[in-house]
């Protein structure tokens, strides 16, 4: 039975079993039961394929459905426990990395089965990073949930003085109330009697920065190798994962990196994680589609061990160093205990004593938002320009070459009809040229996959970590405008200056983590950008350097006539 359904992401297809959705475009799904996180449906064009499940939102009747999709109620409760739960895949949290994991395979290999996830409180989900709410807690059948019970919050304190309270935002599915900064900013966030984890900022020529890892590392990512387990029912992939300061391996799969992604969205509100490669419903055992996820989770890698704050996150150091399956999962249940996030992990921030005119920074990330918007426009200018001259290399160009090739040769075969007046030496050189000519055709049809290909690879890591910014900004914008209003009731005598002037003190840090974000960003953009305009120049020059070197062999055959 079909049902209608609205894309909340766009997705743009990669294969001719996909299609292509557009954000906010209205979808018809024909079986509401995804296979493998994958919706078969029809867009608005007409077009019919696949398209992720996590990408779109089921249009649901109130009158006839008896299950709520995944969101909270203005009150911020879980409401009812069975609504909470989704009977069915495509009723659960809307990820942009769905858990339906694109290896066909269940948890229960790699977790116990009575793995108790104790974290439903969705006030510690973080929203940011340019994704929908994002919640610990994914639908499985082999897990037990219970709600965690709530701590002692400051805002119940706080309730009780009349009048003197900042309003709080009636949109509470907005990303500066689900990632918990507005609580941090309003001061309802308790500060934890031990801190075991900090991360500082420092003032730097250009402006706040995050401070330097102690010990940089790199990481490689190798030998993706096709296994099976179940006597060959499962069929995954592996990948050799070596950090550089241990040079001590770890297997790897795409789920463990779905897994890291996650956790790094849910601490991390104020940074912005760059997007794990997308999965693929069909062909995700083919040579070229492994090859290009090798060589884009090489890229996601990299971003991460560069980064002063991700590449110091504990979870992260458990993914590239624990080897044994049982210390695996009592890391991977640590990590999804970790307290430290959301809005709990601004108080781990230590940021410098300077003075910053807030009105100043307003200016410099307003300044930035604009950058980031017309950098994005021409990510994916590029992008689009890049995949056409593709398309061209690995069709037109090859058959234009080879067009051109055969009609040389048919010349060639024509000069020969007539034997006494045929000179064998030129119909040669002439069959040669069109040889050569179609060998060029080959050429340009093989060219992509080193210097395109990679250019793309590199765009649309940029494509995520832009996408990211906007929520990100938000976030600053929220706290911004509840120093103003602070302000304001303080003076109209209806608020302490004390606790306008906290309030201020904690958009400080909001703001200087977002600088240092966005210094990070400016400064791995410039050695990204140059390092991908190097290799596609290179590659270029000696692509052509062997076209002209097969066309020199070519035009010294008609030196000797």
Request: proline residues 4%.
């Amino acid at each position: 039975m079909s049902v209608k359904a609205k894309a909340i992401y766009t997705f743009q297809s990669e294969n001719k079993e996909e299609i292509s959705i557009q954000e906010n475009e209205e979808l018809v799904i024909f079986d509401k039961n995804s296979v493998d996180g994958w919706f078969q449906g029809e867009n608005s064009r007409g077009e019919k394929g696949l398209f992720p499940a996590s990408y779109v939102e089921i249009i649901r009747s109130r009158s006839n459905s008896n299950v709520t999709d995944c969101s909270i109620s203005p009150a911020g409760s879980l409401g009812n426990d069975s609504s909470y739960f989704p009977s069915t895949p495509n009723a659960s949290l809307h990820l942009q990395q769905s858990y339906y994991d694109d290896d066909d395979d269940d948890w229960d290999d790699w977790d116990d089965r009575s793995t108790v996830v104790d974290d439903a409180d969705p006030s510690r989900s973080p929203g940011a990073n340019g994704h929908a709410h994002q919640s610990p807690l994914s639908y499985n059948p082999n897990v037990h949930y219970r709600a965690k019970p709530h701590m002692e919050r400051q805002d119940s304190i706080s309730s009780s003085r009349k009048g003197s309270m900042v309003g709080r935002n009636l949109n509470r599915f907005s990303s500066f109330v689900r990632s918990g900064v507005e609580a941090f900013v309003l001061g309802d966030v308790p500060m934890m009697a031990k801190i075991a984890e900090s991360y500082t900022i420092e003032m730097g020529a250009m402006g706040p920065l995050w401070k330097e890892s102690p010990q940089p590392f790199s990481c490689s990512i190798e030998d993706p190798t096709k296994q099976t387990k179940f006597k060959g029912i499962k069929t995954y992939i592996s990948y050799r994962v070596t950090p550089s300061h241990t040079g001590h391996p770890v297997y790897r799969r795409y789920k463990h990196f779905d897994w890291l992604y996650n956790r790094l969205l849910h601490k991390f509100t104020v940074i912005s994680v760059p997007h794990l490669p997308e999965k693929q419903a069909t062909g995700r055992f083919e040579e070229d589609f492994i090859e290009k996820r090798k060589r884009r989770l090489i890229l996601w890698m990299n971003h991460m061990t560069s980064h002063p704050v991700l590449s110091q996150y504990e979870g992260f150091e458990h993914f590239l160093m624990c080897a044994d399956d049982k210390q695996w999962k009592l890391g991977k249940r640590r990590a999804e205990k970790d307290e430290m996030v959301g809005a709990h992990f601004m108080l781990t921030l230590q940021i410098p004593n300077e003075h910053q005119d807030l009105q100043d920074v307003e200016e410099r990330i307003d300044t930035f938002k604009a950058f980031a918007k017309k950098m994005d426009d021409s990510v994916m200018q590029l992008t689009h320009v890049a995949s056409e001259l593709v398309r061209k290399h690995l069709g037109g160009f090859r058959k234009e070459f080879q067009r051109l090739g055969n009609s040389f040769q048919s010349i060639s075969q024509a000069f020969t009809l007539d034997p006494p007046h045929s000179s064998e030496a030129l119909n040669k050189a002439i069959s040669h040229t069109g040889r050569t000519y179609e060998n060029i055709g080959e050429m340009f049809a093989e060219q992509p996959k080193y210097d395109l290909f990679l250019m793309l690879d590199k765009l649309s890591l940029y494509q995520g970590l832009l996408a990211n910014f906007p929520d990100i900004i938000h976030l600053q914008k929220g706290a911004f405008a509840k120093v103003k209003e602070s302000q304001r009731m303080s003076d109209e005598g209806k608020m302490d200056q004390d606790e306008a002037d906290g309030i201020r003190k904690r958009c400080r840090t909001v703001g200087f983590a977002l600088q240092a974000e966005m210094s990070h960003f400016h400064h791995q953009r410039e050695v990204d950008f140059k390092d991908m305009m190097q290799a596609y120049l290179t590659e270029q020059i000696a692509f052509y350097q062997r076209v002209v070197q097969q066309l020199e062999r070519t035009l010294r055959m008609y030196d000797c006539l």
